[in-house]
């Protein structure tokens, strides 16, 4: 579940992310397949990759979503406080 995710909600998975293909390793996101990869461990190590980098995209989005609230409550205050001659 993404941190961006509201709700109870099941997921079902089938157990493991990655799976072989005509000889070929694979891991599963909900967006696509991806690979090829030689081994199952190269699969595994791309999957671990790709979880840390999602994790740090969705971290500096949420950073970046707060300062932006926080600019436009900065820019509503100095807008109502302008002094009325």
Sequence with gaps: ???KDTGKT???RSGDRVFCQNGDWFYQTREDDHGPFP???AA???LRRYVD???FFDAASNSATSESK???DLDF???TLVDKD
């Design 39 to 41: 081994t199952r461990e």
């Design 70 to 72: 926080q600019r436009q």
């Design 53 to 55: 980098e999602m994790n």
């Design 1 to 3: 579940m993404r941190s």
């Design 44 to 46: 595994e190590f791309d």
């Design 77 to 79: 205050a100095n807008f």
């Design 10 to 12: 099941t997921h079902f």
